[in-house]
């Protein structure tokens, strides 16, 4: 008898040690790199850390085929620029799924069970360039995959940002609603979600209420209860994050569907663009996150499992930094695969390096920098300021990694980065004679001065020639 409680406590333990491996996925995006890596080293990085699940922006049938027969769950994304021919014709929409989806469900093949049509389709940014299109093209989109045999198996959600609810006037979980320019919509989505057995997609980021809110208390947006508590309705929250998805727990009980399914989309934090934006605050959020997620424990008004996908997996270099300068620096692995922080993917606390990407193809140890020979300075702010509009300055921004560099090491970051985004072209470390080429390494304490990676993939294009908003073009103004 004891023999046997010993087998079903193990038995008990292997379950549980099953449902967190279960709970936790990542975020991939393939398509804001300048430099990719091979699907095949990605999947092979995200087996050997124990990662089973991969949300996906886009469903590029090279790197789908690349999960045939990996055990990791896949969610397909559809691209907000694909919601409008999905909505206005069928056809599309059938196309759509036999290539990019049925394609791939054979024996042995890609273990797909969600596809999500758009990608926060529903941003007050938008200016509600995707409201009336978004649900049709979902409702077309499931309703092909249904017609092609799958409709059990394989369900359509959307990403939502959590910026579609809110509290009005209130700032507890209980106010929440749907936000009212969009609420009859909504109301519509939730419902139809519902009625198809799919979950609710959101998108919470603690520190994006922490990067848009001075006034934002800091602990709030961590785990580890040192924030002074908010109080609801005889409920104590004391991090943002529950009482975040709790006031989507109270939109969905205002619109009829207390029990639909909710899955976190993407929860994470920056290591660099912004003084908030670090590797010691990320970790801070991460071992919160991942023991309350190994802990099923849930929320106050939805305990219990829950899923969630990380954001995200990689750095990209080639996303947009309107919103600001960290949307660059998401990854938990930088670039090329290499990890940034100590962490434990199970939630155990038993923190250590992750695994880093192997069979990762480098340039040569070179890098361009200043010429410390040059004397005449006044053509250094407009070549730094060309090569920041078209590579990634981000760390020089004030509180960011590279913010402790000397006026050189900011010239010969930006001509850096420059020249390894363009592959180490000879053309790309000239700047009118203010660069020269070392083979030291000119990477200073938190400051990395990377080498960059031989692309898997075809370049999208030189980023726009937008000036990258840096503490440094100040001090330059002054030549």
Not at 174 to 187: K, P
Not at 234 to 250: H, S
Request: some cysteine; aromatic content about 12%; proline content about 5%.
């Amino acid at each position: 008898m004891a023999r046997a409680m010993v087998l079903l406590w193990a038995c008990s333990l292997l379950l549980v040690s099953a449902n967190v491996a279960e709970a936790i996925g990542v975020n991939w995006g393939n398509t804001l790199s300048s430099h990719n890596l091979l699907p095949s080293v990605v999947v092979r990085l995200l087996k050997d850390n124990g990662i089973d699940k991969v949300k996906l922006f886009d469903s590029d049938p090279w790197i789908v085929k690349a999960f045939a027969g990996a055990s990791i769950e896949v969610m397909l994304g559809v691209p907000n620029s694909d919601l409008k021919r999905l909505s206005d014709d069928y056809g599309q929409a059938q196309d759509w799924v036999k290539h990019n989806l049925t394609k791939h469900l054979y024996q042995g093949g890609v273990d797909i069970k969600f596809v999500a049509v758009g990608n926060e389709p529903f941003l007050k940014s938008y200016n509600g360039s995707y409201l009336h299109i978004t649900l049709p093209a979902m409702k077309n989109v499931q309703k092909a995959i249904n017609e092609a045999g799958h409709g059990d198996t394989v369900k359509v959600t959307t990403p939502l940002n959590a910026d579609v609810y809110e509290s009005a006037g209130s700032t507890v979980p209980s106010a929440g609603d749907f936000r009212s320019d969009i609420r009859s919509l909504m109301v519509e989505m939730v419902r139809w979600l519902d009625s198809n057995n799919a979950p609710f997609l959101v998108n919470i980021y603690p520190y994006l209420s922490l990067y848009q809110n001075p006034d934002f208390p800091v602990d709030f947006a961590f785990f580890d209860g040192n924030a002074k508590p908010l109080q609801d309705k005889g409920i104590t929250y004391t991090n943002m994050f529950d009482a975040n998805l709790d006031t989507l727990v109270w939109s969905l009980r205002k619109a009829g569907v207390p029990k639909l399914d909710i899955i976190v989309g993407e929860a994470g934090w920056p290591t660099d663009g912004d003084k908030d934006a670090n590797v010691k605050y990320a970790k801070r959020f991460y071992d919160g996150f991942l023991k309350k997620i190994a802990s099923n424990e849930g929320t106050p008004l939805r305990p219990g499992h829950m899923e969630a996908y990380l954001f995200g997996l990689l750095d990209e270099d080639m996303k947009s930094v309107a919103p600001g300068n960290f949307e660059r620096h998401w990854g938990i692995f930088r670039f090329d695969g290499q990890p940034k922080f100590e962490m434990d993917f199970t939630g155990k606390g038993n923190d250590k390096m992750p695994v880093a990407a192997k069979d990762v193809q480098y340039l040569a140890k070179r890098w361009c920098v200043f010429n410390k020979d040059v004397k005449n300075m006044s053509l250094v702010a407009p070549n730094m300021n060309y090569a920041c509009s078209a590579a990634d300055c981000t760390p020089l921004g004030y509180g960011s990694s590279c913010n402790n560099l000397d006026m050189y090491g900011n010239i010969s970051y930006a001509f850096n980065m420059y020249y390894q985004m363009n592959d180490q072209s000879a053309e790309a470390c000239v700047f009118q004679g203010l660069a020269t080429l070392d083979i030291n390494n000119p990477s200073n304490g938190t400051c990395v001065f990377p080498i960059q990676i031989q692309s898997a993939g075809t370049r999208l294009g030189t980023v726009s020639r937008v000036s990258v908003v840096v503490s440094l073009l100040v001090f330059l103004a002054l030549f």
